[in-house]
């Protein structure tokens, strides 16, 4: 049944044929996938029973295939080195050969324990081109995408529920290109050889980071600018789906080929540390990618931050300049309205995060607000409270501009938005003492002596436990005492 089939193909695939050509390799691989196809059913009702029936145990419909794919990789081996420095002729041949691989295996149930196609490509000097031209390919791939005019813009921009990450077009178009490197290599019967292309893509990762940084740095001046939180969504996106790639199982047999090819030879890159973590499959293949990602992460993140406090503090001189111990009772007021002077720096506070939860993805802008919200904290802690005397009309006052507005601003983000100033919530705490309760509380500070030492009066209750009594936690008994000599309104003065 083979012979007239080895005749025709010879005779159409080899010579000077017109269907004998290198750029048309589809040509032979669809013919070999025709004849197994158009046979198989007259090799399982016709032939197979015959064979049953003489005990034997030949495979008809195997044997009549393994004998085309002779052809087919006999074929293809000397067309493939002929196409060595011809790199687009050498690409479409690598894709044919991966369809003709993927049809043969699925549609005609090959065993995947002979060899096929692919082993034409596991060959050094044929693998090593195809390494090259996927690099090369890769690389303009990537010029094209951080070029393109949509590459910042997210195309999923105007459907809330699909962009929950808000990934721009090029972060979203270069993890489809490694999944599609990945489709790729993923079926090659060597481990080395599925080796070689992971560390291919961590190259392509590790580049496309430094590019991403390269463009970061441009954009440094104006870090609530469009492109830049495009950049930190863009390096958030990678970090994410390569921690969930690592999960996978393809990956994580690659984490065990490679410990396995380290163990058998001493030339494999493998440092004790990598063999020890793959000894016990402790963190993935693309550990070292995203901490690199993670580390630029949260260097732009401080960027941010820093950048928002900066013009929150400017906008916050006047505050932080009030007249604090000359400001005139509660009850000599109608009604309290926020502090003239710190208008300016609540509406930049508002301004920028409203931009910032419009440009970030959400676990971004939530750890982006949590970062000002402490950093707030000290701040007003420091240079409002700190660096001010109170009195009665002025630490009233102070409580309500931080209770009633600046919390209120992060009260849209969570429940207790003053878990996150616990130090501007407990100087105002301690600064709008009635006057007892702030000489009670001065008299156990002095009784009680150090932090750390006991009161005096085994009766009297040490001084922590009369902080914690007011709700006072985070600052200690002698941050309450600076607190305290802030005050002016004592009896007598």
């Known amino acids: 049944m083979l012979l007239p089939l080895h005749k025709r193909f010879r005779y159409h695939f080899t010579g000077s044929r017109q269907t004998n050509v290198l750029s048309k390799p589809e040509w032979y691989l669809t013919q070999v996938l025709m004849w197994i196809g158009n046979h198989s059913d007259f090799l399982e009702e016709k032939v197979q029973p015959i064979l049953l029936r003489a005990s034997s145990a030949i495979d008809a419909r195997l044997q009549f295939s393994s004998g085309l794919l002779t052809l087919a990789l006999e074929k293809l081996s000397c067309d493939a080195s002929r196409l060595l420095y011809d790199d687009a002729l050498f690409c479409h041949l690598v894709d044919e050969v991966l369809l003709f691989e993927k049809e043969l295996r699925g549609t005609h149930a090959y065993p995947s324990s002979l060899p096929g196609a692919l082993h034409i490509l596991t060959e050094e000097t044929i693998f090593q081109k195809w390494l090259t031209v996927e690099r090369k390919f890769a690389l303009e791939k990537m010029d094209s995408m951080l070029s393109s005019e949509a590459a910042w813009s997210s195309q999923y921009k105007d459907i809330s529920d699909v962009d929950e990450m808000k990934a721009p077009d090029c972060a979203e178009t270069f993890m489809t290109l490694l999944l599609v490197i990945t489709d790729r290599y993923q079926n090659l019967p060597s481990p080395r050889c599925r080796l070689s292309f992971l560390a291919l893509q961590k190259e392509l990762v590790d580049d ?264 006072i936690f985070r600052l200690a008994p002698s941050d309450v005492e600076i607190l305290l000599s802030l005050r002016t309104h004592w009896p007598g003065q």
Request: glycine share 4%; with cysteine; hydrophobic share 40%.
């Open 208 to 471: 496309f980071r430094i590019r991403l940084t390269q463009v970061m740095k441009e954009e440094s001046r104006t870090p609530l600018g469009p492109r830049y939180c495009a950049i930190l969504n863009a390096v958030n996106y990678i970090a994410a789906v390569l921690a969930d790639w690592a999960d996978s199982v393809f990956f994580l047999q690659l984490q065990q080929a490679e410990l396995e090819l380290g163990a058998e030879s001493p030339s494999w890159p493998l440092s004790p540390t990598q063999a020890g973590r793959l000894a016990s499959l402790e963190g993935s293949v693309f550990d070292e990618m995203i901490t690199l990602l993670e580390r630029l992460r949260h260097d732009m993140m401080g960027r941010l931050v820093e950048f928002i406090l900066r013009e929150a503090r400017e906008r916050a001189k006047p505050y932080c300049r009030e007249r604090w111990l000359s400001l005139p009772s509660q009850s000599d007021q109608a009604a309290m309205s926020l502090s003239s002077s710190a208008c300016p720096m609540m509406l930049c506070l508002r301004d920028h995060m409203l931009q910032l939860q419009q440009m970030l993805c959400y676990p971004l802008f939530k750890s982006c607000w949590q970062a000002l919200a402490e950093r707030l904290d000290l701040f007003i802690y420091q240079d409002v409270i700190l660096s001010n005397h109170f009195n009665e009309g002025g630490a009233a006052q102070l409580q309500f501009d931080m209770t009633r507005n600046l919390f209120p601003l992060f009260g849209h983000h969570c429940k207790r938005p003053e878990n996150y100033f616990k130090h501007v919530k407990e100087g105002c705490i301690v600064l709008s003492l009635n006057v007892g309760s702030a000489l009670l509380l001065r008299d156990v500070l002095r009784q009680g002596g150090s932090e750390t030492n006991s009161p005096l009066d085994p009766n009297q209750p040490s001084p922590v436990a009369t902080l914690n009594e007011l709700g």
